[in-house]
């Protein structure tokens, strides 16, 4: 699946927006930062904002994060003015009032024009996605970020909050990824499921990194699995076994269960509790196992680790089969059962 297939899927500012946020490439957070700052404008209705405002917001919101993991590959060397370098100068002062201090905001200033705020919308491959989300207008002191009516409605929109976790989400997952020791982890050897928290870890320190569901319902279109409907924030939010956990227990009474994982990533998926509990122990639907490929090839689409996890499975979880594609890795798993 490419990204514009992906889209096809649904084809408007979310489905930009999602592009965006979990396709495009992360040599750094900025991105994430950036994003959040446009929800956070957004779910207050402002259509202009000067940059230094915006900036402080901004800037605020990566140095809560740049005190927990690292904002780029800790191999990396930063340069005495590089903004990451500045923004860990000035990260206990900042965290302390709560704001940016003067440094941070002139750093912030002068860095996002050029850098962030030309490459959000940018995704692999010289491409950009169909929407845009913001505007920068003006010079010199008088720029002003002005928001699109999609970011505006966007942010207003039934799926806002969980837009704003799937970006939350994304942007644990590939800070993570950064950090020495897990980050190799992570990307080497894929996620682990912890199943009394729901959260995603590596695989060594069981660290927890994310949460399940808000780290795949966005390659879902923030639907289910299931009846394919909108996972409303009130709705009760379960974790579907799309092949049903019970038959890895089933085959023990006739001989050992020789097919794949069903606690692993592959067959997880994001479902109403209502439709999870109804479904229960049954076998996937034709339609259901169509969107599984799907979601499964989305997230293949996205950087590591969730796809290196996904990578594993396709190699490895079918044991003497070697498959390229996740209809086909499916259609396998059918038979095996």
């Not at 950090?179 to 729901?198: K, Q």
């Amino acid at each position: 699946m490419s990204g514009r297939d992906f889209y096809a899927q649904d084809a408007s500012a979310r489905g930009s927006w999602r592009l965006a946020v979990l396709m495009g490439a992360n040599s750094r957070t900025y991105k994430f930062a950036l994003g959040q700052a446009l929800l956070e404008f957004g779910r207050h209705g402002q259509e202009a904002i000067p940059l230094a405002e915006f900036a402080a917001t901004y800037s605020l919101g990566l140095v809560r994060h740049l005190t927990q993991n690292p904002q780029a590959p800790q191999a990396e060397k930063l340069g005495e003015n590089d903004f990451l370098a500045v923004a860990a100068q000035e990260s206990a002062a900042t965290l302390e009032t709560g704001r940016p201090t003067e440094r941070l905001l002139a750093a912030a200033v002068r860095s996002m024009p050029t850098m962030v705020m030309q490459k959000f919308h940018n995704l692999r491959g010289d491409t950009a996605v169909p929407h845009t989300f913001y505007r920068l207008t003006g010079t010199g002191r008088h720029r002003v970020v002005r928001l699109t009516p999609d970011l505006l409605q966007l942010a207003h929109s039934e799926q806002a909050t969980g837009l704003a976790a799937e970006l939350g989400a994304r942007w644990n997952i590939v800070e993570t990824s950064f950090a020495a020791g897990i980050g190799r982890s992570l990307i080497e050897e894929g996620i682990f499921v912890d199943w009394d928290t729901l959260q995603i870890t590596d695989k060594r320190r069981r660290r927890s990194v994310t949460g399940l569901v808000e780290a795949t319902a966005g390659f879902q279109h923030g639907r289910c699995l299931i009846c394919d409907d909108v996972l409303g924030l009130s709705d009760a939010v379960a974790v579907d076994h799309v092949f049903p956990f019970s038959l890895m227990h089933r085959f023990d009474s006739v001989g050992a269960w020789h097919g794949p994982d069903l606690d692993a990533l592959w067959n997880l998926a994001p479902a109403h509790a209502t439709c999870n509990g109804t479904k229960s122990d049954r076998l996937p639907s034709s339609l259901e196992l169509a969107y599984l490929a799907a979601r499964n090839e989305a997230i293949m689409q996205s950087p590591h680790p969730l796809r290196r996890t996904l990578q594993l499975s396709l190699r490895s979880a079918l044991p003497g089969q070697r498959v390229s594609s996740w209809p086909e890795f499916l259609r396998a798993v059918q038979i095996a059962v």
